[in-house]
Nanobody
Framework: QVQLLESGGGLVQPGGSLTLSCAAS????????MGWYRQSPGKERELVAT???????TYADSVRGRFTISGDSAKNTAFLRMNSLKPEDTAVYYC??????????????WGQGTLVTVSS
């Protein structure tokens, strides 16, 4: 069993910055991929950024160059630094983890979500 503790959301003005964090705990023994998806009203959930256990990032075109994902492998924690925020970044951001348990079975877990609001 794995738990994801997600934090860092809030209200910021356009052009501002915010950092999200997601810490995994429990029975995970190896992380395949970890990052964030977001969802705003009336839209489907979409990928924002992920990072593999080997440190390879993937970014949505809409955030590339503004957001940076990083990880602390010793703590099974990921960070998303969001710069130059725009109103269209407003959404609930959900942390996601894909990994392996002690028998190498695949697992997929979601955090509780954190609301990011970009508004003047």
């Amino acid at each position: 069993q794995v738990q994801l503790l997600e934090s860092g959301g809030g209200l910021v003005q356009p052009g501002g910055s915010l950092t999200l964090s997601c810490a995994a705990s429990g029975s995970i023994v190896s992380i395949d991929d970890m990052g964030w998806y977001r969802q705003s009203p009336g839209k489907e959930r979409e990928l924002v950024a992920t990072i593999t256990g080997g440190g390879i990032p993937t970014y949505a075109d809409s955030v590339r160059g503004r957001f940076t994902i990083s990880g602390d492998s010793a703590k099974n924690t990921a960070f998303l630094r969001m710069n130059s925020l725009k109103p269209e970044d407003t959404a609930v951001y959900y942390c996601n983890l894909e990994g392996r348990d002690s028998t190498w079975r695949r697992m997929n877990y979601w955090g509780q979500g954190t609301l990011v609001t970009v508004s003047s």
